[in-house]
């Protein structure tokens, strides 16, 4: 049983426009989550997270919203650009902690130019 | 500061082999991972350590043995290779919930 579903194997935006990657959890342990992106052959990066006291953590052009009595997080890009290409990975921890994160299955994000 | 890095980045085995993965981390992290990532799958635990000399059992642990000896260092192995251990595998090391992953092992198992 997963228990944090990205439910859109993909994504194709349009360069300057929104990117809105979304991410479920079943989970209501899960107190703190993340987002990871990966271009091909190299490893996830950490990209930006939010701990369940908060609804909103802001780093530049992205932006995650979580809204914990839908169990529910998004990812927001603005602009999109080229270079945003590549796979996101939603992950979740319950106990900050213990460091063990249960990813989701990923999002292919394609910006066209 | 290399940060995590891997060795090999790839492997070709024939099944009943056996090989060891070695991961290591500049950064003082106490804890460390191994995740193998299948098409479609996403990123799935097989063993981590959260010290040395600690080693536990992640979500896909069958076919592989881990050793923490050092702090700097945590080790992967397959005793006996087998077809469905193809996959890419992906070191991860952290000090709290941020995990910092290496660039990846690309393993074939013919």
């Known amino acids: 049983d997963q228990q944090v579903k990205q439910n859109s194997p993909s994504l194709s935006v349009q360069e300057g426009r929104i990117s809105i990657l979304n991410c479920d959890y079943t989970n209501s342990m899960f107190d703190y989550f993340l987002w990871y992106k990966k271009y091909p052959a190299e490893g996830p990066t950490f990209l930006i997270s939010?701990?369940?006291?908060?609804d909103k953590n802001e780093d530049g052009r992205f932006t995650v919203f979580l809204n914990k009595s839908a169990k529910h997080l998004s990812l927001h890009i603005v602009p999109s650009q080229p270079g945003d290409s590549a796979v996101y990975f939603c992950?979740?921890?319950?106990?900050?902690?213990?460091?063990?994160?249960?990813f989701g299955k990923g999002t292919k994000l394609s910006v066209k130019p | 500061n290399a940060g995590v890095t891997q060795t090999p980045k790839f492997r070709v085995l024939k099944t009943g082999q056996s090989m060891t993965l070695l991961c290591a981390q500049d950064m003082n992290h106490e804890y460390m991972y191994w995740y193998r990532q299948d098409p479609g799958m996403g990123l799935r635990l097989i063993h981590y350590?959260?010290?040395?000399?600690?080693?536990a059992k992640g979500e896909v642990p069958d076919g592989y043995n881990v050793s923490r000896l050092k702090k700097q260092n945590f080790l992967l192995g397959l005793e006996s290779a087998a077809p469905s251990q193809t996959s890419v595998y992906f070191c991860?090391?952290?000090?709290?919930?941020?995990?910092?992953f290496g660039p990846g092992t690309r393993l074939t198992v013919l």
């Open positions: 350590s959260v010290g040395e000399g600690t080693t």
């Open positions: 992950a979740a921890s319950a106990g900050r902690s213990q460091g063990n994160l249960i």
């Open positions: 939010i701990s369940s006291i908060k």
């Open positions: 991860a090391s952290s000090s709290s919930d941020t995990q910092y």
